[in-house]
């Protein structure tokens, strides 16, 4: 590899757009390998929504083995644009914010990094909450009595016990941030074994209760919602869900490739930790799920429910601190980190990392979590395929320019420098954003109900089943187009 840019050569420290958290990591900083890589994929991949993936493919109307390689083809394209992004964080050792200045103009990176962050706080609270009803669901085990905890009313709907716990998990999580990026290095470092492990236990269980993994896989049949369907029908808009799972990562990878010690160690390390753990991971909720047809005479499919029927003390805690850890490592690696970047792009000389992964925690409670998470049909339909035909946008602009026009060449100064050649805003990767998106705005707008289904015909609807990969592709090819001279003005930047 040929030495790369990493310091700046111009000071920019008194540049509003300069802070501490945002200046490039030099190379001498840049202590993860690929190890760290692939353990920071084990610690996110690892925790509930992963769990129960499969099992919801399965009620769509899969088998098994379809379900499988479904999240395997999923997360082997979403990790392209996750490997591609990471490359200019490595280079340069920048984060999002700052790389979607050279893509959207300094002040149009603002409002590009708010796009990816307040999706980030969505899933900030959606996480946390999981984590805090997991914690309860176990507790109640053992201390039954908590369920009587007074109500909060049906604005909230949830007793003081399940707030209790909720706002508990969500200190730790700010914790985390409070101790900084080398915590949240340790964090996943440790856990991904652990998590592993703990895994593989619940599967060991489930097998020798039953006593044959084929028995397992074979009831998995009785998960099916539907007797026939059209597998090509339900396999598009799940696919395009399981892109949407880790579109967020695939735009804020450089906010940890950045630390990388190369581009082989945050290639190989995605490689090795993404679609092996989600498969994995995703095997083991579809086995102990169908066991649980055999064991209790019902699906579980929740595992914070399954493990809730253990009433042993010892099992209870280590299940809780098992799936609190799951639930840790996912939010703050997967959520915390890029909002907290992104808030703090608004203004770096006043709001700090720290203070955007605290102002991340507050929007989390704000939106209203456990409410997402009570249809889960809006959970997969609106949720992940809405957002995802965002961030497919987003990446297919981002991969063009830094790939295609400017040949993976920046001028890192510049990046820091208000009325430099980045000013400002590139109205042509908006124009190429929001034009991306028009193709799937009607099947949108029949989802969430704002247009009846029956006036949308059925071509645009199906399309919006396909969102990530028609913003991706139009995205990139658009911008291509409305920037056919930007390759010589890039090359009068340096």
């Not at 109640?140 to 399940?162: H, I, K, R, T």
């Not at 592993?196 to 039953?210: E, I, M, R, T």
């Not at 990969?469 to 409305?482: D, K, P, Q």
Request: glycine share 8%; net charge positive.
């Amino acid at each position: 590899m040929r030495n790369e840019i990493i310091d700046l050569k111009t000071d920019v420290s008194a540049s509003p757009l300069f802070s501490p958290d945002f200046a490039p990591v030099p190379r001498a900083a840049r202590s993860w390998g690929t190890w760290n890589f692939a353990a920071i994929w084990i610690g996110m991949a690892v925790q509930i929504p992963t769990y129960m993936l499969a099992s919801s493919l399965i009620q769509e109307g899969m088998n098994w083995w379809q379900a499988m390689l479904t999240i395997l083809l999923g997360n082997l394209i979403v990790l392209i644009p996750m490997i591609l992004n990471a490359h200019p964080g490595t280079k340069y050792g920048i984060p999002l914010p700052v790389l979607l200045r050279s893509v959207f103009g300094t002040q149009g990176a603002v409002l590009a990094a708010l796009l990816r962050g307040l999706v980030g706080c969505g899933w900030f609270g959606i996480q946390t909450w999981i984590g805090g009803e997991a914690i309860y669901q176990l507790l109640l085990a053992v201390l039954p009595g908590m369920a009587q905890s007074p109500y909060l009313g049906d604005f909230l709907g949830f007793n003081a016990a399940q707030a209790s716990c909720f706002l508990l998990f969500w200190g730790l999580n700010i914790w985390v941030i409070y101790r900084g990026i080398d915590t949240i290095k340790r964090l996943e470092s440790w856990s991904a074994p652990i998590l592993l492990f703990l895994g593989l236990g619940l599967l060991a269980w489930a097998w020798q209760k039953v006593g044959s993994l084929g028995a397992m896989l074979d009831a998995s049949t009785q998960l099916h919602k539907r007797e026939t369907v059209n597998f090509w029908s339900i396999f598009w808009p799940n696919l395009t869900a399981m892109v949407g799972f880790w579109a967020t990562l695939s735009l804020n990878i450089p906010d940890f490739a950045r630390f990388a010690k190369s581009q082989k160690a945050q290639a190989y390390g995605q490689l090795l930790g993404l679609p092996a753990t989600m498969v994995l991971f995703s095997f083991i909720g579809i086995a102990v799920t169908s066991a649980t047809i055999l064991l209790f005479g019902e699906p579980i499919w929740d595992p914070v429910l399954l493990l809730g029927r253990f009433t042993a003390p010892v099992v209870v805690v280590v299940s809780m601190l098992g799936l609190s850890l799951a639930t840790l490592s996912t939010n703050v690696a997967a959520n915390i980190v890029a909002s907290a970047n992104d808030i703090a792009n608004i203004h770096p000389r006043r709001i700090s990392f720290r203070m955007g992964g605290y102002l991340t925690g507050l929007i989390g409670i704000l939106i209203f979590p456990w409410k997402l998470l009570a249809d889960p049909q809006g959970y997969i339909f609106t949720w992940l395929i809405g957002y995802s035909a965002l961030l497919g946008a987003l990446a297919g602009v981002m991969i063009c320019d830094y790939f295609v026009i400017r040949k993976t060449q920046l001028n890192l100064p510049a990046l820091f420098q208000e009325n430099g050649p980045y000013r400002g805003w590139n109205v042509e990767a908006w124009i190429a954003l929001w034009l991306s998106l028009l193709p799937v705005l009607p099947g949108f707008l029949a989802q969430i109900g704002v247009l009846a289904v029956g006036s949308v015909p059925a071509f645009w609807q199906d399309l919006y089943s396909y969102a990530w990969f028609v913003t991706f592709s139009l995205a990139f090819c658009i911008y291509g187009v409305l920037k056919p001279k930007m390759r010589e003005a890039a090359k009068k930047i340096y």
